[in-house]
């Protein structure tokens, strides 16, 4: 297992979660919820800087067969820009289920989807993240792929 801080990033439409990983790379802790649009990439470049991040994983959501998304290429999209911006390592990750997942944990602890709404996707990437992290450590190779900043220019 490679030690250092991992940065989480669950991309959605409205939010964009994060959470980061201790030094050791074994547990993912929740950050922040950041406001999609103005602003987003160069917030998350600042976090990355803040933890003194080794890499950035995304989560890439495919569909429960593994195919395209809708937001598929948005996430890819951002991860680019990410990529670009930040100058650190950005590798996407599969995310499949990782929002219902979060939802179940939050609505487990008694919280409505309405209160969870803040930090649902915070939790997202937890998960996102922590799946990153137990997949590094039992195959022993980093998780997903790294995206290269120029493609699809």
Do not use: K, Y
């Amino acid at each position: 297992m490679r030690p250092g801080v991992r940065l989480g990033v669950d991309v959605g439409r409205a939010r964009i979660g994060l959470a980061r990983s201790d030094a050791h790379g074994m547990l993912a802790m929740p950050v922040e919820t950041v406001r999609r649009g103005g602003g987003d990439v160069e917030r998350i470049v600042a976090e990355i800087a803040e933890s003194e991040a080794m890499e950035v994983v995304v989560g890439l959501p495919l569909s429960l067969g593994g195919g395209e998304t809708a937001s598929t290429e948005d996430a890819r999209s951002f991860a680019r820009r990410l990529a670009a911006a930040s100058g650190a390592p950005v590798r996407l990750v599969d995310e499949r289920l990782s929002t219902v997942s979060a939802q179940r944990a939050l609505h487990q602890q008694g919280r409505s989807a309405r209160a969870s709404r803040p930090v649902i996707d915070q939790v997202a990437a937890v998960i996102i993240l922590q799946h990153a992290l137990d997949l590094e450590r039992s195959g022993g190779i980093p998780p997903g792929a790294v995206v290269d900043p120029d493609e699809g220019q």
